[in-house]
T-cell receptor
Framework: SAVISQKPSRDICQRGTSLTIQCQVDSQVTMMFWYRQQPGQSLTLIATANQGSEATYESGFVIDKFPISRPNLTFSTLTVSNMSPEDSSIYLC???????????FGSGTQLSVL | QKEVEQDPGPLSVPEGAIVSLNCTYSNSAFQYFMWYRQYSRKGPELLMYTYSSGNKEDGRFTAQVDKSSKYISLFIRDSQPSDSATYLCAMSGSGGYQKVTFGTGTKLQVIP
């Protein structure tokens, strides 16, 4: 299993600002994933981050809005840029446990945009 | 139509009851079927996973997959207040990296 530390755990932000979420894993992993969890909706994959390459974004998510860094095999950041109230959500970092059906998640970042 | 449908609940049961949680899906390419448990203000944690059809048992938990009906279930026997959480079903295909598709989750409350 993997232990994932994610911070901040929650934040309240003003419209138009940006927030960077950090994800630290206790072991080296090839792939890291960023998810969004909105009330009443399923976990939605934002992007997949591989070390040493550009992140791969899912349909509906763009790099300008959600830039991702992956400087090494244990760390990644997700930035939510130019925030609007529609970005209010829980953002989750995840890694796979060797096979993609076994995902491990951080505790999430509860983001509220005013 | 969503690829994965899950009744959001909430589902409230007395302690000791048998709980049945279900999901239906439309993508016949799904081969891996998972159940995650998510406590309030925590990330999801993998509870069980099965490959293809059949049953899998782990303590008080039993996962069932019926691919012919595109229907999966999670049964919890002798439910405990500590089982109170949101349960997410999830599915993916096989062969290399496959994107995982999640249900919306069912919120379960076990009343002492």
């Amino acid at each position: 299993s993997a232990v994932i530390s994610q911070k901040p755990s929650r934040d309240i932000c003003q419209r138009g600002t940006s927030l960077t979420i950090q994800c630290q894993v206790d072991s080296q992993v090839t792939m890291m994933f960023w998810y969004r969890q909105q009330p009443g909706q399923s976990l939605t994959l934002i992007a997949t981050a591989n070390q040493g390459s550009e992140a791969t974004y899912e349909s509906g998510f763009v790099i300008d809005k959600f830039p991702i860094s992956r400087p090494n095999l244990t760390f990644s950041t997700l930035t939510v840029s130019n925030m609007s109230p529609e970005d209010s959500s829980i953002y989750l970092c995840s890694v796979d446990g060797g096979t993609n059906e076994k995902l491990f998640f951080g505790s999430g970042t509860q983001l509220s945009v005013l | 139509q969503k690829e994965v449908e899950q009744d959001p609940g909430p589902l409230s049961v007395p302690e000791g009851a048998i709980v049945s949680l279900n999901c239906t899906y439309s993508n016949s390419a799904f081969q891996y079927f998972m159940w995650y448990r998510q406590y309030s203000r925590k990330g999801p944690e993998l509870l069980m996973y099965t490959y293809s059809s059949g049953n899998k048992e782990d303590g008080r938990f039993t996962a069932q997959v019926d691919k012919s009906s595109k229907y999966i279930s999670l049964f919890i026997r002798d439910s405990q207040p500590s089982d109170s959480a949101t349960y997410l079903c999830a599915m993916s295909g096989s062969g290399g990296y496959q994107k995982v598709t999640f249900g919306t989750g069912t919120k379960l409350q076990v009343i002492p």
